[in-house]
């Protein structure tokens, strides 16, 4: 088939790619496993800290290794290879899950889990997007992580039912045939690494030869030293904001489920509430992937993270049962457009050439924040017994989160790398 053919630019195939990667790789499998605690507290008779110190534990020892790696490999050998590598590990992940019988077991098989979410989720998808796409990549980037949108949505009701009706280990099954079976093929016949590959260039864009580029465009070209990464403001504003406020999105999601069941929310509602929350994400990602390509990104950041700080404190109003879907929307809105939000303004800062090694390095530090809030909140809950002090420490590190994206300055970073010293 040749590939250039046809009217649709085949980036946007790229960008249907990622939307079922994450669809599946942060979707169904991140946010299906709230639903399979309460199975695995009452068949093993574990703490609700250590079910979810799962992620935590293998974040920590894995999340590292593989996450500053995958980015330095996506940037020699592209995308595409590691990707099909993490689908391969989280597809194993879920199958061994359903045979496990120990604790130990299940933190080996979060081990290969993890590796497969570090290298087959956000960062590969993201390099790919913005090799992809310059002028539309706000709304490409959307477009993909809709899937995860999707998939988080459909996660909770879909475990649940197939927990009820084939218990949880026949549910982890039929995870790891969704992508054993389904997303590994189509990656490997449909990814590309970049517009390059096949003769054509971001957006689709037509021309030869070289052409005067905008100062944005300068930055996309740079070949970018980790050293000199380091040294700019840029990248510690990013780095820590995002490791806020992802680490507030991760101690709230995977308590949620259980917080409403401590409610008196059924099983069934508790789901639904959880999946409302993750249809609002959709709007979020749809409307702020637009905006992205609009308006300067980091006010499209900062009204992001400043929903998910927002909407915490609603889960104290004692009539949660009338308030509860104003939380799941203004929360599920702003959790929607937060991940997406982190690689357009790293990008807008540093270019796409480097952004693989960047990215690993931001997403590996944002997954320690979402591994350990949920251990924190839950060692919090079984001191306490009751998640007051644990939803306001999350609360507070998320309004931090959104503060420190008003210091971030893209042109900074642009106009120093064009005068030949990166900022300091």
Known sequence: ?????????????VAGASFLNLFAIVGIMYYSFPVFYKPLIDEFAWSRAQ????????????????GVSAGFLIDRFGPKRILLF???????????????????????????QTAGYVTAGPIPNQVLISRWFRRWRGRAMGLAYIGAGVGGAIAPVLAQFLVSHIGWRGAMHVISAGILLGLVPMSFLVVRNSPADIGLRPDGEGGKGKEKQPPSALAEERLWN???????????????????????IGGIIQHFVLFLRDRQFAAEKAAGVMSFLLVSSILGRLVMGWLADRIPKKYVMLTAFSAVAAAIPILYAPGLDKLVYVFAFVFGFGMGADYMLIPLVTAECFGVRSLGKIMG?????????????????????????????????????????????????PQIVRSRFSSGSPQT
């Open 361 to 409: 390095i931001i997403i590996t530090t944002d997954s320690l924040g979402q591994a350990l809030a949920p251990v924190l909140v839950g060692r919090l809950y079984d001191l306490n017994r009751n998640y007051n002090l644990a939803f306001a420490l999350v609360g507070a590190a998320a309004l931090i989160g959104a503060a420190a994206v008003l210091f971030i300055r």
């Open 51 to 66: 079910v979810t110190a799962g992620f935590a534990v293998s974040i920590v020892f894995i999340g590292p290794l593989f």
């Open 226 to 248: 980790l050293s000199e990464v380091l040294r700019t403001r840029e990248f510690w504003l990013v780095a820590l904001g995002s490791f806020l406020s992802v680490g507030a």
């Open 1 to 13: 088939m040749n590939v250039r053919s046809g009217k649709l630019f085949y980036g946007w195939r």
């Open 86 to 112: 993490g689908l391969f590990s989280a597809g194993a992940a879920f199958l061994g899950y359903g045979f496990m019988s120990a604790l130990w077991m299940f933190y080996l098989l979060y081990f290969l």
